[in-house]
Protein backbone atom coordinates (compact mmCIF):
# COMPACT_ATOMS: atom_id res chain seq x y z
CA UNK A 1 0.00 0.00 0.00
CA UNK A 2 1.49 3.26 -1.06
CA UNK A 3 2.10 6.33 1.77
CA UNK A 4 -0.52 8.84 1.22
CA UNK A 5 0.42 12.45 0.61
CA UNK A 6 -1.23 15.69 0.94
CA UNK A 7 -1.70 17.72 -2.50
CA UNK A 8 0.95 20.25 -1.22
CA UNK A 9 3.36 17.67 -0.13
CA UNK A 10 3.03 15.73 -3.94
CA UNK A 11 3.71 19.69 -5.46
CA UNK A 12 6.51 20.28 -3.19
CA UNK A 13 8.05 16.98 -4.19
CA UNK A 14 7.55 17.54 -7.92
CA UNK A 15 9.04 20.81 -7.23
CA UNK A 16 12.07 19.44 -5.70
CA UNK A 17 12.62 17.24 -8.32
CA UNK A 18 12.47 20.10 -10.74
CA UNK A 19 14.70 22.49 -9.02
CA UNK A 20 16.92 19.75 -8.56
CA UNK A 21 17.73 19.17 -12.13
CA UNK A 22 20.83 21.27 -13.10
CA UNK A 23 19.74 21.19 -16.58
CA UNK A 24 16.48 23.25 -15.64
CA UNK A 25 18.30 25.27 -13.48
CA UNK A 26 19.49 27.48 -16.08
CA UNK A 27 18.65 27.90 -19.96
CA UNK A 28 17.30 29.60 -22.29
CA UNK A 29 14.33 29.47 -24.33
CA UNK A 30 12.90 30.59 -27.88
CA UNK A 31 9.25 31.43 -28.34
CA UNK A 32 6.23 33.71 -29.01
CA UNK A 33 4.62 35.52 -26.63
CA UNK A 34 0.83 35.11 -25.95
CA UNK A 35 -1.45 36.06 -23.38
CA UNK A 36 0.62 38.60 -22.29
CA UNK A 37 -0.35 40.53 -18.78
CA UNK A 38 1.70 43.66 -17.07
CA UNK A 39 0.45 43.28 -13.56
CA UNK A 40 0.99 46.88 -12.65
CA UNK A 41 0.15 46.71 -8.98
CA UNK A 42 3.23 44.47 -8.43
CA UNK A 43 4.98 45.22 -11.74
CA UNK A 44 5.92 41.40 -12.37
CA UNK A 45 5.36 39.96 -15.75
CA UNK A 46 2.92 37.03 -16.63
CA UNK A 47 2.32 35.58 -20.06
CA UNK A 48 2.83 32.58 -22.19
CA UNK A 49 6.13 30.97 -24.16
CA UNK A 50 4.69 29.11 -27.40
CA UNK A 51 5.72 27.36 -30.56
CA UNK A 52 3.75 25.96 -33.62
CA UNK A 53 3.89 22.79 -31.10
CA UNK A 54 3.66 23.58 -27.65
CA UNK A 55 3.15 26.29 -24.83
CA UNK A 56 4.89 26.85 -20.85
CA UNK A 57 3.87 29.26 -18.68
CA UNK A 58 5.94 32.22 -17.97
CA UNK A 59 6.77 34.81 -14.95
CA UNK A 60 9.44 37.92 -14.78
CA UNK A 61 9.22 39.22 -11.04
CA UNK A 62 9.27 42.93 -11.30
CA UNK A 63 13.21 42.95 -9.86
CA UNK A 64 14.25 41.65 -13.78
CA UNK A 65 11.15 42.89 -15.35
CA UNK A 66 12.89 46.78 -14.40
CA UNK A 67 15.86 45.94 -16.32
CA UNK A 68 14.36 45.38 -20.00
CA UNK A 69 14.91 47.84 -22.41
CA UNK A 70 11.99 46.94 -23.86
CA UNK A 71 7.87 46.53 -24.00
CA UNK A 72 6.86 43.02 -24.44
CA UNK A 73 3.50 42.63 -26.28
CA UNK A 74 1.94 39.48 -27.63
CA UNK A 75 3.39 37.73 -30.83
CA UNK A 76 6.96 39.11 -30.22
CA UNK A 77 9.52 36.40 -30.74
CA UNK A 78 11.96 36.55 -28.06
CA UNK A 79 14.51 34.52 -25.92
CA UNK A 80 14.34 34.00 -22.39
CA UNK A 81 17.16 32.73 -20.15
CA UNK A 82 16.32 31.77 -16.60
CA UNK A 83 15.12 28.13 -14.51
CA UNK A 84 11.78 25.67 -14.37
CA UNK A 85 10.01 25.14 -11.21
CA UNK A 86 6.40 24.45 -9.86
CA UNK A 87 4.16 27.10 -8.46
CA UNK A 88 2.51 24.91 -5.52
CA UNK A 89 -0.61 26.56 -5.19
CA UNK A 90 -2.27 25.23 -8.16
CA UNK A 91 0.52 22.44 -9.23
CA UNK A 92 1.43 24.90 -12.20
CA UNK A 93 4.83 23.92 -14.08
CA UNK A 94 6.02 27.15 -15.38
CA UNK A 95 9.43 29.27 -16.55
CA UNK A 96 10.69 31.56 -13.71
CA UNK A 97 12.88 34.13 -16.15
CA UNK A 98 15.59 36.38 -15.14
CA UNK A 99 16.56 38.36 -18.78
CA UNK A 100 14.98 38.31 -22.37
CA UNK A 101 15.67 39.64 -25.15
CA UNK A 102 14.49 40.34 -28.85
CA UNK A 103 15.04 36.90 -31.23
CA UNK A 104 18.10 38.05 -32.70
CA UNK A 105 19.36 40.28 -29.99
CA UNK A 106 21.32 37.59 -28.22
CA UNK A 107 23.64 37.51 -30.55
CA UNK A 108 23.81 41.40 -31.53
CA UNK A 109 23.77 41.87 -27.68
CA UNK A 110 27.22 39.40 -28.46
CA UNK A 111 28.96 41.24 -31.09
CA UNK A 112 28.47 44.77 -29.20
CA UNK A 113 30.14 43.03 -26.03
CA UNK A 114 33.05 41.88 -28.53
CA UNK A 115 33.82 45.27 -29.89
CA UNK A 116 33.46 47.32 -27.24
CA UNK A 117 35.90 45.26 -25.31
CA UNK A 118 38.27 45.50 -27.95
CA UNK A 119 38.30 49.66 -28.86
CA UNK A 120 38.10 49.71 -25.03
CA UNK A 121 41.55 47.76 -25.02
CA UNK A 122 42.83 50.03 -27.39
CA UNK A 123 42.11 53.28 -25.67
CA UNK A 124 39.49 55.03 -27.99
CA UNK A 125 37.04 54.91 -24.46
CA UNK A 126 39.74 56.80 -22.37
CA UNK A 127 38.69 59.81 -20.67
CA UNK A 128 41.86 61.46 -20.90
CA UNK A 129 41.15 61.82 -24.56
CA UNK A 130 37.41 63.18 -24.31
CA UNK A 131 37.90 66.86 -25.39
CA UNK A 132 35.41 70.06 -23.87
CA UNK A 133 32.83 71.33 -26.31
CA UNK A 134 33.01 74.58 -27.64
CA UNK A 135 31.27 77.27 -25.08
CA UNK A 136 29.96 79.59 -28.10
CA UNK A 137 29.84 77.21 -31.20
CA UNK A 138 29.64 79.16 -34.36
CA UNK A 139 29.06 76.21 -36.82
CA UNK A 140 27.88 72.85 -35.88
CA UNK A 141 27.57 69.88 -38.46
CA UNK A 142 24.70 67.52 -37.69
CA UNK A 143 24.63 64.30 -39.22
CA UNK A 144 21.50 62.26 -39.33
CA UNK A 145 18.39 61.36 -41.43
CA UNK A 146 17.32 64.27 -43.60
CA UNK A 147 13.72 62.93 -42.60
CA UNK A 148 13.87 62.04 -39.25
CA UNK A 149 12.64 63.73 -36.00
CA UNK A 150 16.08 64.13 -34.43
CA UNK A 151 17.09 66.51 -37.29
CA UNK A 152 13.78 69.05 -36.35
CA UNK A 153 14.55 68.44 -32.60
CA UNK A 154 17.84 69.51 -33.19
CA UNK A 155 17.55 72.20 -35.37
CA UNK A 156 14.62 73.85 -33.47
CA UNK A 157 16.57 73.49 -30.09
CA UNK A 158 19.19 75.17 -31.70
CA UNK A 159 17.80 78.03 -33.63
CA UNK A 160 15.56 78.66 -30.31
CA UNK A 161 18.91 78.43 -28.10
CA UNK A 162 21.33 80.02 -29.53
CA UNK A 163 20.10 81.53 -33.05
CA UNK A 164 23.29 83.24 -34.09
CA UNK A 165 25.06 79.30 -34.27
CA UNK A 166 25.16 77.69 -38.05
CA UNK A 167 23.66 74.45 -38.27
CA UNK A 168 25.62 72.56 -41.19
CA UNK A 169 23.18 69.58 -42.32
CA UNK A 170 24.74 66.09 -43.50
CA UNK A 171 21.91 63.74 -44.96
CA UNK A 172 22.83 60.74 -44.15
CA UNK A 173 21.11 56.97 -43.73
CA UNK A 174 21.01 56.01 -40.36
CA UNK A 175 19.55 52.84 -40.43
CA UNK A 176 20.48 49.49 -42.67
CA UNK A 177 23.67 47.73 -44.10
CA UNK A 178 24.48 50.91 -45.98
CA UNK A 179 24.25 53.52 -42.69
CA UNK A 180 27.69 53.16 -41.28
CA UNK A 181 29.41 53.87 -44.52
CA UNK A 182 26.96 56.61 -45.44
CA UNK A 183 27.97 58.23 -41.87
CA UNK A 184 31.76 57.57 -42.52
CA UNK A 185 31.56 59.73 -45.61
CA UNK A 186 29.81 62.45 -44.12
CA UNK A 187 32.54 62.39 -41.26
CA UNK A 188 34.86 62.41 -44.21
CA UNK A 189 33.28 65.55 -45.75
CA UNK A 190 32.77 67.43 -42.72
CA UNK A 191 36.82 66.90 -41.91
CA UNK A 192 38.18 68.06 -44.63
CA UNK A 193 35.31 71.20 -46.12
CA UNK A 194 33.21 72.23 -43.42
CA UNK A 195 34.53 74.67 -40.66
CA UNK A 196 32.69 73.51 -38.07
CA UNK A 197 33.43 73.76 -34.59
CA UNK A 198 31.54 70.77 -33.19
CA UNK A 199 29.66 67.55 -34.40
CA UNK A 200 26.27 66.00 -33.29
CA UNK A 201 25.86 62.11 -34.69
CA UNK A 202 22.83 60.46 -34.62
CA UNK A 203 19.42 59.22 -34.78
CA UNK A 204 16.10 59.23 -32.52
CA UNK A 205 15.21 56.00 -31.18
CA UNK A 206 14.07 52.19 -32.60
CA UNK A 207 14.88 48.72 -32.37
CA UNK A 208 17.90 47.27 -31.49
CA UNK A 209 18.34 46.77 -34.92
CA UNK A 210 17.24 49.58 -35.52
CA UNK A 211 20.37 51.22 -34.02
CA UNK A 212 23.01 49.10 -34.86
CA UNK A 213 24.63 50.87 -37.37
CA UNK A 214 25.94 52.81 -34.61
CA UNK A 215 28.02 49.77 -33.25
CA UNK A 216 30.25 49.69 -36.42
CA UNK A 217 33.63 49.40 -35.69
CA UNK A 218 34.99 51.50 -38.38
CA UNK A 219 32.07 54.13 -37.95
CA UNK A 220 33.78 54.27 -34.06
CA UNK A 221 37.31 54.75 -35.66
CA UNK A 222 36.34 57.54 -37.63
CA UNK A 223 34.72 59.38 -35.15
CA UNK A 224 37.72 58.98 -32.41
CA UNK A 225 39.53 60.36 -35.59
CA UNK A 226 37.44 63.76 -35.85
CA UNK A 227 39.70 67.01 -34.78
CA UNK A 228 37.01 68.60 -33.24
CA UNK A 229 34.75 67.53 -30.52
CA UNK A 230 31.75 65.15 -31.26
CA UNK A 231 28.39 65.08 -29.05
CA UNK A 232 26.84 61.56 -30.04
CA UNK A 233 23.36 61.36 -28.97
CA UNK A 234 21.75 58.00 -30.46
CA UNK A 235 17.90 56.57 -29.46
CA UNK A 236 16.79 57.22 -26.43
CA UNK A 237 18.19 57.83 -22.68
CA UNK A 238 18.35 53.72 -21.90
CA UNK A 239 20.08 53.39 -25.35
CA UNK A 240 23.78 52.82 -25.46
CA UNK A 241 26.29 52.68 -28.51
CA UNK A 242 29.76 52.28 -29.39
CA UNK A 243 29.71 55.83 -30.54
CA UNK A 244 28.25 57.05 -27.47
CA UNK A 245 31.46 55.61 -25.78
CA UNK A 246 33.94 56.76 -28.07
CA UNK A 247 32.64 60.22 -28.72
CA UNK A 248 33.66 63.09 -26.61
CA UNK A 249 29.88 63.52 -25.25
CA UNK A 250 27.21 61.07 -25.10
CA UNK A 251 23.70 63.25 -24.94
CA UNK A 252 21.11 60.59 -23.79
CA UNK A 253 18.52 61.80 -27.18
CA UNK A 254 18.81 64.12 -29.78
CA UNK A 255 16.91 66.91 -28.28
CA UNK A 256 19.74 66.90 -25.22
CA UNK A 257 22.33 67.10 -27.55
CA UNK A 258 21.10 70.07 -28.92
CA UNK A 259 20.70 71.67 -25.60
CA UNK A 260 24.30 70.58 -24.37
CA UNK A 261 25.90 71.96 -27.73
CA UNK A 262 24.84 75.76 -27.40
CA UNK A 263 23.97 77.99 -24.67
CA UNK A 264 20.84 79.70 -23.86
CA UNK A 265 21.37 83.05 -25.65
CA UNK A 266 18.16 84.73 -23.33
CA UNK A 267 20.54 83.40 -20.27
CA UNK A 268 23.70 84.91 -21.76
CA UNK A 269 22.06 88.45 -22.48
CA UNK A 270 21.05 88.24 -18.60
CA UNK A 271 24.44 87.23 -17.85
CA UNK A 272 25.74 90.57 -19.91
CA UNK A 273 23.10 92.96 -18.57
CA UNK A 274 24.19 91.82 -14.97
CA UNK A 275 27.68 92.29 -15.89
CA UNK A 276 27.29 95.20 -17.59
CA UNK A 277 25.59 96.69 -14.41
CA UNK A 278 27.92 95.56 -12.35
CA UNK A 279 30.79 97.39 -14.39
CA UNK A 280 28.76 100.28 -14.04
CA UNK A 281 28.34 100.68 -10.40
CA UNK A 282 31.51 99.60 -10.09
CA UNK A 283 32.87 102.83 -12.05
CA UNK A 284 30.18 105.49 -10.40
CA UNK A 285 31.84 104.32 -7.20
CA UNK A 286 35.16 105.13 -8.57
CA UNK A 287 34.25 108.15 -9.75
CA UNK A 288 32.36 108.95 -6.73
CA UNK A 289 35.39 108.55 -4.52
CA UNK A 290 37.91 110.11 -6.98
CA UNK A 291 35.38 113.09 -7.00
CA UNK A 292 35.13 113.41 -3.02
CA UNK A 293 38.96 112.70 -3.07
CA UNK A 294 39.27 115.76 -5.50
CA UNK A 295 37.22 118.31 -3.67
CA UNK A 296 39.09 117.47 -0.28
CA UNK A 297 42.31 118.24 -2.22
CA UNK A 298 40.44 121.85 -3.29
CA UNK A 299 39.80 122.56 0.40
CA UNK A 300 43.47 122.01 1.71
CA UNK A 301 45.11 124.80 2.99
CA UNK A 302 48.23 124.52 0.71
CA UNK A 303 46.06 125.72 -2.20
CA UNK A 304 43.58 127.69 -0.69
CA UNK A 305 46.99 129.70 0.30
CA UNK A 306 49.81 128.51 -1.64
CA UNK A 307 52.55 130.62 0.00
CA UNK A 308 51.21 129.56 3.31
CA UNK A 309 53.57 126.60 2.70
CA UNK A 310 56.93 129.00 1.96
CA UNK A 311 55.82 130.79 5.07
CA UNK A 312 55.60 127.11 7.46
CA UNK A 313 58.88 125.84 5.78
CA UNK A 314 60.90 129.39 6.18
CA UNK A 315 59.81 129.11 9.64
CA UNK A 316 60.43 125.56 10.38
CA UNK A 317 63.67 126.50 8.42
CA UNK A 318 64.61 129.25 11.15
CA UNK A 319 63.82 127.00 13.72
CA UNK A 320 66.31 124.36 12.54
CA UNK A 321 68.72 126.91 12.59
CA UNK A 322 68.40 128.29 15.61
CA UNK A 323 68.65 124.45 17.39
CA UNK A 324 71.88 123.60 15.25
CA UNK A 325 73.75 126.70 16.49
CA UNK A 326 72.32 126.19 20.01
CA UNK A 327 73.49 122.77 19.46
CA UNK A 328 77.01 124.04 18.13
CA UNK A 329 77.69 126.52 21.07
CA UNK A 330 76.31 123.84 23.50
CA UNK A 331 79.33 121.31 22.44
CA UNK A 332 81.32 124.03 22.10
CA UNK A 333 81.97 124.82 26.10
CA UNK A 334 81.72 121.41 26.65
CA UNK A 335 84.76 120.69 24.74
CA UNK A 336 85.92 123.73 26.29
CA UNK A 337 85.41 123.03 29.31
CA UNK A 338 87.45 119.63 28.68
CA UNK A 339 90.16 121.37 26.99
CA UNK A 340 91.02 123.92 30.07
CA UNK A 341 90.95 120.72 32.62
CA UNK A 342 93.06 119.06 30.23
CA UNK A 343 95.68 121.57 29.80
CA UNK A 344 95.57 122.86 34.07
CA UNK A 345 96.73 118.99 34.14
CA UNK A 346 99.02 119.37 31.81
CA UNK A 347 100.65 122.76 33.13
CA UNK A 348 100.84 121.01 36.36
CA UNK A 349 103.32 118.58 35.49
CA UNK A 350 105.12 120.64 32.60
CA UNK A 351 108.79 120.83 34.01
CA UNK A 352 108.55 124.43 33.01
CA UNK A 353 106.62 124.66 35.79
CA UNK A 354 109.01 123.31 38.37
CA UNK A 355 112.42 125.12 36.78
CA UNK A 356 110.15 128.36 37.32
CA UNK A 357 109.66 127.73 41.11
CA UNK A 358 113.69 127.75 41.38
CA UNK A 359 114.67 124.28 40.36
CA UNK A 360 117.06 123.62 37.39
CA UNK A 361 118.03 120.18 35.54
CA UNK A 362 121.13 119.65 35.00
CA UNK A 363 122.62 117.79 31.78
CA UNK A 364 125.93 116.26 30.52
CA UNK A 365 126.77 114.68 27.20
CA UNK A 366 125.57 111.28 28.22
CA UNK A 367 121.81 113.38 28.67
CA UNK A 368 120.16 114.69 32.43
CA UNK A 369 122.02 113.92 35.53
CA UNK A 370 120.52 112.37 37.97
CA UNK A 371 122.56 111.04 40.14
CA UNK A 372 125.81 113.26 41.89
CA UNK A 373 127.64 109.96 41.24
CA UNK A 374 127.13 110.78 37.40
CA UNK A 375 129.53 113.15 37.74
CA UNK A 376 133.52 114.09 38.22
CA UNK A 377 135.87 117.23 38.73
CA UNK A 378 136.23 118.97 35.59
CA UNK A 379 133.25 117.70 33.87
CA UNK A 380 131.09 120.14 31.56
CA UNK A 381 127.58 120.45 32.22
CA UNK A 382 124.69 122.57 31.09
CA UNK A 383 122.26 124.17 33.62
CA UNK A 384 118.81 125.01 32.55
CA UNK A 385 116.56 127.80 34.63
CA UNK A 386 113.38 129.15 33.97
CA UNK A 387 114.24 131.74 31.89
CA UNK A 388 117.53 130.62 30.30
CA UNK A 389 120.92 127.79 30.67
CA UNK A 390 124.18 128.38 31.79
CA UNK A 391 127.45 126.27 30.66
CA UNK A 392 129.41 125.21 34.12
CA UNK A 393 132.27 122.94 35.23
CA UNK A 394 132.35 120.63 37.44
CA UNK A 395 134.81 121.98 40.36
CA UNK A 396 134.30 118.77 42.93
CA UNK A 397 131.47 116.66 43.50
CA UNK A 398 129.67 115.72 46.91
CA UNK A 399 127.32 112.86 47.88
CA UNK A 400 124.72 114.35 50.51
CA UNK A 401 121.60 111.66 51.86
CA UNK A 402 118.65 113.75 52.22
CA UNK A 403 116.61 111.31 53.94
Known amino acids: MPSVLTVRQLNTYVRSLLEGDSRLAFLSVSGEISNF????????????????????????????????????????????TGRVSLYEKDGQYQFYIDSMVKSGQGDLLEQFKLIKEKLEKEGLFAPETKRALPKFPQRI?????????????????????YPICEIILCGVLVQGADAAPSMIKALDNVYKNADADLIIIGRGGGSAEDLWAFNDEALARKIYESPIPV????????????SDFVADLRAPTPSAAAEIAVPDMSELKGYINGC?????????????????????????????????????NSIFV????????????????????????????????????????????????????????????????????????????????KEIDWR
Open 231 to 242: ISAVGHETDFSI
Open 276 to 312: ATRIKNSANYYIANAEASLNKCRQSSFLLNPFSLIDN
Open 37 to 80: KNHYGSGHLYFSLKDKDALIKCVMFRGNAAGLGFVPEDGMQVVC
Open 318 to 397: DRLSERLKNSFDNKMLKDWGRFEKAAAKLDAISPLKVLSRGYSITECDKGIVKSVKELSGGDNVKIRLSDGSADCTVITT
Open 141 to 161: AVITSKTGAALQDITNIISRR
